[in-house]
């Protein structure tokens, strides 16, 4: 890889974030309260590809932690989400012309067996920004059906029986 492609990743997804928080803490202070939420990937936390874009979102995730620790004290508080696989009309397009082995590949290893939705994204920064999450600062949290909660769905369904449907217990 030229450093030059690892300097622009690492100036878009991590400089960028960083300038952005840079300039909204001091008015969010002035305010009296306030919530930062970052935009990261799962590929982060896992070492899925991508690794300059996957090393600049892991360091996102300091950031965030960072700016959680030090200005707290503000009522400012800062999280980020790791977002999974996103069905949007890009995904759908990308899927539909023509449908590869790969995307089935990628829906497989998802726990809840698809991908997610814009607005399920919208909803949870939504709620990290809103009053009702006013004790959550400095964590990840991951939107991600699942794709980072485990091993890999190829190794727990013959494992595991995770295809079967739950079984009541008998009295």
Request: aromatic letters at 6%; proline letters at 7%; glycine letters at 8%.
């Amino acid at each position: 890889m030229e450093i030059s492609t690892w300097e622009e990743s690492l100036g878009v997804n991590l400089t960028g974030p960083y300038l952005c928080s840079r300039e909204v803490i001091p008015p969010t202070a002035e305010g009296g309260s306030g919530s930062i939420v970052h935009v990261s990937t799962a590929n982060a936390l896992t070492g899925i590809s991508a690794s300059v874009y996957s090393a600049a979102k892991s360091g996102l995730y300091a950031l965030s932690r960072m700016i959680a620790v030090h200005y707290g004290s503000h009522d400012i508080r800062s999280n980020v989400l790791s977002l999974g696989t996103l069905m949007t009309e890009q995904r759908q397009d990308r899927m539909d012309n023509p449908p590869t082995e790969t995307h089935q590949e990628l829906l497989d290893e998802y726990p809840l067996g698809r991908f997610g939705w814009p607005e399920e994204v919208a909803e949870t920064v939504l709620f990290l920004a809103s009053p009702r999450s006013s004790f959550i600062t400095g964590v990840d949290v991951p939107v991600d059906g699942g794709l980072t909660a485990g091993l890999s769905q190829q190794f727990h369904r013959p494992v595991s029986n995770v295809d079967e449907p739950p079984q009541r217990r008998s009295q």
